[in-house]
């Protein structure tokens, strides 16, 4: 695993799929006591409510999180990932937005596969994954 994800490495995401993925991520961590947070959480969780509320903005997903976190982080939307993909679709499929969670963290890992050539992936929409040419 890098120590820092690739920063050349983009996928663009439906802003709906990212709000509802960060809303399970921020709310399952909320729930937890305060110890069992994870350390980094206070100095990060506004910026990702600020993620899952206004759309259209540049989203590096591990901005100021230690090399360390980033797995915690990965296993974290992964899990919400999972939690929203059992919860059913309430009101739209999950399977988009858990589709785009499991993405993220293997764009964390640096496992994210490549696109095909000339494009880049777009994860979170109806339908499911599919490919967009670079803006």
Same mark, same amino acid.
């Given at each position: 695993?890098?120590d820092?994800p690739d920063?050349?490495r983009?996928?663009?995401?439906?802003d709906?799929? /990212?709000?509802?993925l %960060?809303?399970e991520v921020?709310g =399952?961590?909320?729930?937890?006591? $305060?110890?069992?947070q994870?350390a980094w959480?206070?100095t990060h969780? *506004?910026? /990702?409510r600020?993620?899952? =509320?206004?759309?259209?903005?540049?989203?590096d997903? =591990?901005d100021?999180l #230690?090399?360390?976190?980033? #797995? *915690?982080f990965a296993r %974290?939307?992964?899990e919400?990932?999972?939690r %929203?993909?059992h919860r059913?679709g309430?009101?739209?499929?999950?399977?988009p937005v858990a589709? /785009?969670?499991?993405?993220?963290?293997?764009?964390?890992?640096? $496992?994210?596969?490549e696109?095909?050539a000339? $494009?880049l992936?777009?994860?979170?929409a109806?339908?499911?994954?599919?490919t967009?040419?670079?803006?």
């Open positions: 695993m890098p820092r920063p050349e983009e996928i663009w995401v439906y709906r799929a /990212l709000s509802l %960060l809303g921020i =399952t961590v909320e729930r937890l006591p $305060t110890e069992r994870p959480w206070a969780v *506004e910026d /990702l600020v993620q899952a =509320t206004v759309s259209d903005l540049y989203f997903l =591990t100021e #230690d090399a360390h976190h980033h #797995d *915690e %974290l939307l992964e919400a990932a999972e %929203l993909r059913g309430e009101p739209d499929d999950p399977e589709e /785009l969670g499991h993405a993220l963290a293997d764009l964390i890992r640096g $496992t994210l596969p696109p095909p000339g $494009t992936w777009f994860y979170g109806p339908g499911g994954r599919s967009i040419p670079p803006v």
